[in-house]
Nanobody, 123 residues
Framework: QLQLVESGGGLVQPGGSLRLSCAAS????????VGWFRQAPGKEREALLC????????NFADSVKGRFTISRNNAKNTVYLQMNSLKTEDTAVYYC????????????????WGQGTQVTVSS
């Protein structure tokens, strides 16, 4: 049973914070790289942040630099996306996905995706 399940999405006001979780089942996250992506209606999928199997992180989006942080809790086999200073432009469905070993920007190189969680930033 291989699963990635996102949770923590919801409605938040501009300037607020939200933490998304990506819980893995059937495999160990320390053996893979996990990336966070988002897609808004009518827009292309955007790579945000990634953490490699060794724990190194990569930022792929200047628009979230300094506001979003990726982390991993090995005991819980869960990757998190901490989102601060949220803007209306951050409204999207957020996905986590895995690939082997190292982080890459292209989503096509990821072999397993979660179902996504909706984040809506609105006053």
């Amino acid at each position: 049973q291989l699963q990635l399940v996102e949770s923590g999405g919801g409605l938040v006001q501009p300037g607020g914070s939200l933490r998304l979780s990506c819980a893995a089942s059937g495999f160990t996250l320390v053996d893979v790289a996990v990336g966070w992506f988002r897609q808004a209606p009518g827009k292309e999928r955007e790579a945000l942040l990634c953490i490699s199997s060794s724990g190194l992180t990569a930022n792929f989006a200047d628009s979230v630099k300094g506001r979003f942080t990726i982390s991993r809790n090995n005991a819980k086999n869960t990757v998190y996306l901490q989102m601060n200073s949220l803007k209306t432009e951050d409204t999207a469905v957020y996905y986590c996905a895995r690939r082997r070993n190292f982080c890459r920007r292209d989503g096509t190189s990821y072999d397993y995706w979660g179902q996504g969680t909706q984040v809506t930033v609105s006053s």
